[in-house]
């Protein structure tokens, strides 16, 4: 790049022509490499001080500015600009440092130096300000450059200067170009106040709501870490682990999380830790997952000089679900750790949270992964476990449990819960200790005070030492009778205790009282019935312990597998604990019944099919739990009987029950029933149970539906499933192209009554735009999407072109011109192809030329649809040509395997006159001698008798050629080809058309008569 003096007028002075000319050609030194560049430095300081001295400041600034100023229009790419950019910005430095020092020293020319630097800075940014709203994006992007690197080498500027920059940039953020924004990004973060704990500074609220709301991930990604980490921002910081960038994901591990050391143990929530180690380990994204695992395998471990229990400490294990897959990872990728962890004697008695958990985590890892060597020198045999596990449930619940504290109630439970864990995964080769652990589980699971967590591991360990799942059955039953027994043995006890202290005032009343039965008795005035009603209720045990026995039945059912018919128990658990249970007017009773009652019937398809009505009443009419529990047993029994439950006699209509779940969908006041139902049907509709289009049209509304906005688990449920069932086989995506066009028109009208609503309640952006919604759809019905599918298979579908076509139909329908242009702008999105089906193509062209000729739209929407248009007409082109080729293939190809046939019979009646004697086709012995000489010799035979032998003589003795015979086959065989294909038109969309033409030839009409080569013709 050249530079040269514009000499705008002639007496221009030498002097200016000097300083341009020394400046430039400094600049065109710097701009071919970046070595030197501190030596173009001193020589513009030294033009710079001679301009100065001599009293040309001005003209300095002045040619400095120019010569800047043409880097601005070059391309982000260009290293030229870069090396401008960067000469500039040292030069600006040194003076700065210059500066400093002689502040230092008291330098006696200070102020004079400060003021020439003051008024150069000045005079340059507010310079290069000019170009910030430039509409070329290159010169945005330079200016904005030169300004971090500037603010970068600056200690303070004037006030004015600041108010400028901070107008500029606060423009410049919501710049179209995302790497104009990134500089501005750049530029926003030299102002922010790194020492207050306050978000209260200008530039650092713009940078939280960038890095929340930017669409662009780069400039989220400059936002989060280049804003200060204090407790203000850092939420916001944080929130970047569930970005939909992996990058950015990564990030949170590798960079921000890993430069704050130990204040994430310190600074940070235990719960929001927990969630990011989860959130991290469980990512999609390999590389995330990655960066999680190194920060807790290397970099957490070694600040804490690898002292896992004060990992575990800082973690707080007790209340975490993330520190099980991290200890996991540690083991994994830090092998040397293993060989380093080991069990004192001392220390089975003496367990804290922390090492229960890593005994607990360190076990499962070593069984997994088959450690033989490690297991049996670290742990206990099954009889020493035992007597741990007795040890600790002692102190828990049978010591003066009322002296200890709550949290050490929780510490306590934490520790038999991993112990319990570890023995479902132990080695039981050993009876006696098997025996030894069984009779602890036993003891364990009859405590009242047991929590849910222990009663379900401990069930899964009761069943891992049972003989087989009828024994385990046998004894959880006998548990749960113990329970209500006891129960009821404690009431009469205290009934008894109540009535010995009232025996002396009622011993006279009792006597009274028999005297009076045996005379009624002798007088026959008593009768049987007042007897009955005399007689003491039967007992039944209290609410309370009703709540213990089905919590631990529903524990059993849960891993139990045989059906009712084979477990007698289950029966009668059913008859008198679940049933009653179902119809008692305890709330707390009455749901774990529903929930029990929804387990049976998964083990039995006719207890199902009874209880189906008793399950729907429970959704319509129960409260928001009891709706919870037994939505999520109907989905269950449907995923394990199917519909065998619905429709037929004694059943219920399986309409009813879609009319539930779309009661539950519309239901916005009970969110997580919405979700319940949302996930089950989509799992249903997912395996082809349901297929009702109606309740799946429900599903896609529902997902759009502005009154669901807020319902986040909704949302994401959602955002999942949906696709998963659409790509997964080609009729699921056939149903949601049904109902696509449908549902984009009820949502278009309630996004237009949302929009034109007077309401201040109402939130109008609480609903995606149509444009928004129908790119969805399209995304959806997209054939290429579906799994386990090939791009020919993909081209051949015309689900797509079906969709586009039910849009194009009530185009006519929608009034609002907004929507109308969202749907055609959209359209150039749908995929079509040659070989979609032909008459679909021909229809959408035709709706298209109708929606040109009668519709007033602007000039964005006509050109969309004549470029549609175009792309229709190519493709009918190349289809109608694709046919034409087809039938002929056809056509030659039948003709060519009647001429081998032919041929063969020729063949055939050669070979039968070589032999002597050889059998006709009627199975008669035949002589070399044709019949019609045999005929002329003997007696002359009736043609019509042996119709092939006539046949044969007349092909052997033909006086035409075989050419004449193969064209004889192929007009005959032309002429069924063309009854056929004619016939198999009445199958087509253009069946009407078809029938009228069937006796035309298909030669006159293939290339005039458009319907009928719409033909499959497969």
Excluded at 557 to 577: F, G, K, P, R, Y
Excluded at 954 to 978: A, I
């Amino acid at each position: 790049m050249q530079y040269s003096a514009n000499t705008d007028s002639v007496g221009e002075d030498d002097v200016h022509n000097k300083i341009f000319n020394s400046i430039a050609h400094v600049f065109q030194q710097a701009q071919l490499t970046y070595a030197g560049h501190r030596k173009h430095v001193a020589v513009l300081k030294k033009i710079q001080g001679k301009a100065l001295s001599q009293g040309y400041e001005d003209a300095f600034n002045y040619w400095f500015n120019k010569i800047v100023t043409r880097v601005l229009p070059l391309k982000k790419s260009e290293v030229i600009g870069d090396r401008i950019v960067k000469l500039t910005a040292t030069f600006i430095a040194s003076l700065d440092r210059e500066i400093e020092i002689m502040r230092k020293n008291n330098h006696e020319s200070l102020s004079q130096h400060e003021n020439m630097f003051n008024k150069f800075v000045d005079c340059f940014i507010r310079h290069i300000l000019r170009g910030v709203e430039s509409k070329d994006k290159n010169v945005r992007y330079r200016v904005l450059q030169l300004l971090v690197i500037i603010m970068d080498n600056l200690g303070e500027i004037d006030e004015d200067l600041y108010n400028l920059l901070m107008w500029s940039l606060s423009r410049r953020i919501f710049d179209k170009e995302a790497s104009v924004r990134i500089q501005a990004v750049f530029c926003l973060t030299k102002f922010q106040d790194d020492n207050s704990e306050s978000a209260d500074n200008e530039a650092t609220q713009t940078l939280m709501r960038l890095i929340q709301n930017d669409p662009s991930a780069e400039v989220r990604r400059a936002a989060m870490l280049n804003i200060v980490n204090n407790k203000s921002t850092r939420p916001h910081i944080l929130e970047r682990s569930r970005d939909v960038n992996p990058i950015n994901r990564r990030l949170i591990y590798s960079k921000v999380l890993k430069s704050m050391n130990k204040k994430c143990f310190t600074d940070l929530d235990t719960r929001i830790l927990d969630q990011l180690i989860e959130w991290g380990l469980n990512d999609r994204e390999e590389p995330v997952r990655k960066a999680c695992e190194k920060l807790i395998s290397y970099h957490w471990v070694n600040l804490l000089d690898g002292d896992l229990i004060e990992l575990l400490e800082n973690l707080d294990i007790a209340k975490s679900n993330g520190s099980i897959k991290a200890l996991e990872t540690l083991f994994k990728i830090r092998p040397d750790i293993l060989t380093k962890i080991k069990f004192p004697d001392d220390v089975w008695n003496q367990f804290t949270v922390e090492i229960a958990f890593i005994f607990r985590s360190f076990y499962i890892y070593c069984n997994e992964n088959t450690l033989t060597e490690i297991l049996d020198d670290t742990f206990p045999e099954a009889s020493k476990l035992s007597n741990i596990l007795n040890f600790y449930l002692e102190k828990r619940f049978h010591c003066d449990t009322s002296a200890l504290p709550d949290i050490e109630k929780e510490h306590l439970e934490f520790i038999i819960e991993q112990i319990l864990v570890t023995a479902n995964k132990y080695d039981y080769s050993d009876e006696v200790g098997r025996r030894s652990m069984l009779n602890v589980i036993r003891n364990m699971l009859h405590l009242v005070d047991l929590s849910k967590s222990l009663i379900r591991i401990g069930h899964e360990v009761l069943k891992t030492l049972s003989i087989n799942e009828r024994d385990f059955v046998t004894m959880a039953v006998e548990i749960i009778n113990d329970l209500r027994d006891d129960d009821i043995e404690k009431q009469e006890e205290e009934e008894k205790t109540t009535k010995k202290s009232h025996e002396d005032e009622d011993e006279e009343d009792d006597i009274a009282s028999f005297h009076s039965a045996v005379e009624n008795l002798a007088n026959g005035e008593e009768n049987t019935n007042n007897q009955l009603k005399r007689l003491p209720n039967e007992r039944e045990a209290r609410a309370e312990t009703i709540v213990l026995c089905l919590t631990r039945s529903a524990a059993m059912l849960e891993l139990v597998d045989a059906s009712l018919e084979q477990s007698i128990m289950i029966s009668s658990l059913i008859d008198t604990l679940i049933i009653p249970a179902v119809r008692s007017t305890e709330p707390d009773v009455r749901e774990l019944g529903v929930r029990n009652l929804g387990l049976c019937c998964l083990l039995d398809i006719q207890l199902a099919i009874e209880n189906m009505y008793i399950l729907g009443m429970c959704v319509s009419k129960g409260n928001a739990s009891l709706k919870h529990i037994a939505l999520q047993a109907i989905v269950d029994i449907f995923s394990v009987h199917e519909n065998a439950v619905v429709d037929g006699e004694n059943k219920v209509d399986s309409i009813s029950l879609h009319k539930i779940f779309y009661k539950v969908l519309k239901n916005n006041n009970l969110p997580e029933c919405q979700v319940i139902a949302a996930e089950g049907l989509c799992k249903l509709f997912l395996g082809d149970i349901f297929t009702d289009d109606d309740l799946f049209e429900t599903l896609v509304l529902s997902y759009f539906s502005p009154v669901n906005s807020s319902n986040e688990a909704l949302i994401q449920a959602f955002a999942f499933c949906i696709p998963v069932y659409c790509f997964s086989h080609p009729t699921h995506q056939v149903r949601m192209a049904r109902v696509a066009a449908d549902v984009l028109m009820r949502l278009c009208i309630l996004w237009d009554e949302l929009q034109s609503s007077d309401d201040e309640k109402v939130d109008k952006s609480a609903m995606l735009k149509p444009n928004i919604i129908l790119q969805q759809l399209i995304f959806w019905t997209d054939p290429r999407k579906v799994v386990n599918r090939t791009d020919e298979e993909s081209s051949q579908d015309s689900v797509q072109i079906g969709f586009l076509l039910d849009i194009l139909k009530i185009f006519n329908q929608i009034e609002k011109k907004e929507i109308k242009k969202m749907i055609v702008t959209n359209i150039q999105t749908f995929y079509v192809t040659s070989k979609c089906h032909y008459a679909l193509l021909k229809e959408a062209a035709e709706h298209i030329e109708d929606i040109l000729e009668n519709e007033t739209l602007d000039n964005t929407s006509m050109n969309s649809l004549e470029r549609f248009k175009g792309v229709l007409n190519a493709h009918l082109t190349e289809a109608h040509e694709l046919i034409l080729n087809s039938s002929k293939r056809e056509l030659d190809t039948s003709a060519t395997e009647h001429s081998v046939v032919a041929d063969s019979k020729e063949y055939s009646s050669e070979n039968s006159e070589k032999n002597d004697i050889e059998m006709d086709r009627d199975g008669y012995p035949q002589t070399n001698l044709s019949p019609r000489v045999l005929g002329n010799n003997s007696t002359e035979q009736d043609p019509t008798t042996h119709p092939e032998k006539i046949e044969f003589v007349s092909c052997n003795n033909t006086s035409g050629s075989t050419d004449e015979k193969h064209s004889m086959l192929r007009k005959r065989n032309r002429n069924e080809m063309e009854e056929s294909i004619i016939l198999n038109t009445a199958d087509t969309p253009e069946k009407n058309d078809a029938s009228k033409t069937a006796s035309v030839s298909l030669s006159e009409d293939m290339s005039s008569d458009v319907d009928m080569l719409g033909v499959d013709n497969k």
